[in-house]
């Protein structure tokens, strides 16, 4: 076998490999003989079964180990020549040329390692903003959030059909062809009218209903639904009206100060109007925060911060953005790339720049949550995949396997240190409101 490695630079080196067929037909013997030892197969006894019989039944697989266990050999070799340990590599190796011939196995890979960076005074990238003020407008509709939080629902006393903004009290079946489904079915099930909580044509297909009345409403369920078997689908649902109740909000009172301020000693309404434009002040902060200044600074770090970036992660990025946006390319294009190598690696190319300050980003990202003490534990991560979970109306146990299988919780878990490190870096009280240290 035969190896050479070469540094490209601080943390990119790559390795050409050559693997001899004879090579590889001993490895497949010595896996055989290892295995003959331990296998049991019908007719020889344990431990007694010839390396023939194992080389018949379990050629492939045997060549397949084979073919691993020296790629592995000649990682190991890489790494010794470049005077590197196997724990600094990052991500796997990138392989640029794999030609599997008669005669021999020849490739060429990509290793790359951690980057090494000081991120001295960052904090100049954080951009300077206003503080967010409460308008009397925006207060103004916090209160009444508050007070329908705290209002009860009394039934109408006119026989009045159902309209938006009442809260509706029925039974309902759902059918698809003409089949109930697991899920489609509740007795005195209470819903806002216009709340938009259940399929489009649903809540407005109840309105003009008294109180008694029956209906049946057709209604398609949209075809990103949770519920793979429902999506897209034609459905009936069988409604039964038995109540329509009005929101009583109640007055600002003692009473109801209580009730908004439970843990405050003496509530009043000054001090709920503190409260509340404290509250919108912070809502508006946040925004400003998710929309406008965290791609701000992301931007600023990027610009201002250079070093080598591991060229196999940067690949391996490219590769994944390419094919995330492959749903976006219309039937025409996807048919092109197929066919035509060079058009899909042009398109594919064309994604690299996007994915180096991608990767870039996630390392000044990592160094910068080591500096600021942020840690994110894998209960984080699990919360935060059932929390989607339940939001999109899917089993959550599923839904952390789909991640775990996939291999994206890391990802996840480097999304939830971004946002907390971010919101520490604009929320912190060592920032001041203008983004300045």
């Known amino acids: 076998m035969q190896v050479k490695a070469n540094q490209l630079d601080s943390v990119n080196a790559n390795a050409s490999i050559k693997i001899p ?44 180990d084979a073919e691993q266990n020296l ?25 640029e040329k794999f030609d599997k011939k008669d005669e021999e196995i020849s490739a060429e890979f990509i290793l790359s390692f951690k980057p090494e960076f000081k991120l001295d005074d960052y904090e100049k990238c954080i951009p300077k903003y206003t503080e967010p003020k409460a308008t009397k407008k925006e207060m ?19 026989k009045r059909a159902l309209k938006e903004g009442d809260f509706a009290k029925f039974d309902f079946e759902g059918f698809v062809d003409g089949e109930a489904f697991d899920g489609g079915k509740a007795e005195n099930y209470v819903l806002e009218i216009g709340s938009k909580q259940f399929i489009p044509g649903f809540e407005e297909g109840m309105i003009g209903l008294k109180v008694g009345e029956e209906k049946d409403i057709n209604v398609s ?7 793979k078997n429902l999506a897209g689908k034609e459905a009936v649902f069988k409604i039964k009206l038995h109540e329509i109740e009005e929101l009583k909000i109640p ?9 908004i301020l439970p843990n405050e000693k003496e509530p009043s309404v000054e001090l709920l109007e503190e409260k509340i434009e404290e509250q919108v002040k912070n809502e508006k902060l946040l925004k400003l925060i998710n929309e406008e200044l965290k791609a701000k600074f992301a931007d600023a770090l990027i610009e201002n911060y ?16 390419f094919r995330n946006a492959w749903q976006s390319f219309s039937e025409e294009e996807r048919k092109e790339f197929s066919q035509n190598k060079d058009k899909a690696k042009e398109k594919r190319d064309s994604f690299k720049e996007e994915a180096q300050k991608s990767v870039k980003l996630t390392f000044i990202i990592d160094e910068l949550a080591k500096l600021r003490k942020i840690i994110v534990n894998d209960q984080e991560v699990i919360q935060a ?53």
């Open 21 to 64: 067929l004879q090579d590889i037909q001993n490895e497949v013997q010595n896996l055989a003989k290892k295995a003959s030892k331990t296998l049991k197969i019908d007719g020889f006894r344990p431990g007694h079964v010839p390396v023939a019989a194992v080389l018949k039944r379990y050629e492939k697989q045997l060549q397949n």
């Open 71 to 95: 790629l592995k050999d000649a990682l190991n070799q890489a790494l010794k020549e470049l005077k590197k340990e196997s724990k600094e590599l990052v991500g796997e190796p990138y392989f």
């Open 140 to 158: 103004d509709e916090k209160r009444k959030e508050l007070l329908k939080a705290h209002a009860s629902l009394e039934p109408i006393k006119s």
């Open 221 to 227: 369920f949209p075809k990103e639904y949770g519920a």
């Open 251 to 259: 007055e600002l009172n003692e009473e109801t100060l209580k009730k």
């Open 306 to 321: 250079n070093f080598d970036l591991p060229r196999g992660i940067v690949e391996q990025e490219t590769d994944m953005q």
């Open 385 to 437: 995949i059932y929390f989607e979970a339940y939001r999109f109306g899917v089993n959550p146990k599923e839904h952390f396997e789909n991640y775990k299988n996939q291999g994206a919780l890391p990802a996840v878990k480097m999304a939830l240190i971004e946002e907390k490190l971010f919101n520490d870096i604009f929320l912190s009280p060592k920032t001041n409101k203008k983004g300045e240290k």
